[in-house]
């Protein structure tokens, strides 16, 4: 198989690292270390220190087998964090939640990505607050939600469904 070179093409490949920053008891990268507003944020400029061009501040876990949280919860978890880091650091900031109104809160408060791994599904206006927004969004695909993702994800073409999808 021959690749296309990108830069040959008039892309060139730009590389952003993403440091996460999860401010929740169960996520299953940091075993909940920064639940508080101040270890959270020192933690990000730590990660910005150590290299990271962006900040992805999540206040529900997504983990396999997580339980849903309620929208108020999980914004008071990240939207103190993202208020802090607004303004203090060069890094980007970016909300992961599958809720609408925690993205436009979010946004308001300093953030400038939405982080979905629902890509959109999990709210009925979504794609309505996205576009009001304006703003970056990564779009993410699982097979189900964090209850049950997990159970059996079966691909013919893993390619081609997360493309359809």
């Not at 933690?43 to 997504?62: F, M, N, Y």
């Not at 997580?66 to 978890?77: G, H, K, L």
């Not at 599958?98 to 709210?123: K, Y």
Request: charged share 20%.
């Amino acid at each position: 198989m021959v690749r296309a070179d990108p830069s040959a093409m008039g892309f060139i490949p730009s590389i952003k690292i993403m440091g996460i920053v999860n401010v929740t008891p169960d996520s299953f990268s940091d075993g909940g270390q920064f639940e508080d507003v101040q270890s959270a944020i020192n933690h990000a400029l730590q990660l910005v220190e150590d290299g990271a061009d962006i900040l992805d501040i999540g206040g529900e876990s997504t983990r396999p087998g997580a339980n849903p949280i309620s929208v108020a919860q999980e914004m008071a978890r990240a939207l103190p964090v993202i208020e802090g880091l607004a303004g203090i650091t060069s890094a980007k900031i970016s909300i992961d939640t599958r809720n609408s109104e925690t993205a436009a809160a979010a946004i308001e408060a300093g953030a400038e990505i939405w982080n979905d791994v629902s890509a959109l599904t999990h709210c009925t206006d979504s794609t309505e607050v996205a576009a009001a927004l304006g703003c970056e969004i990564v779009l993410m695909h699982a097979q189900g939600d964090p209850r049950n993702m997990q159970n059996d994800p079966t691909y013919v073409d893993v390619v081609a469904e997360v493309m359809a999808y």
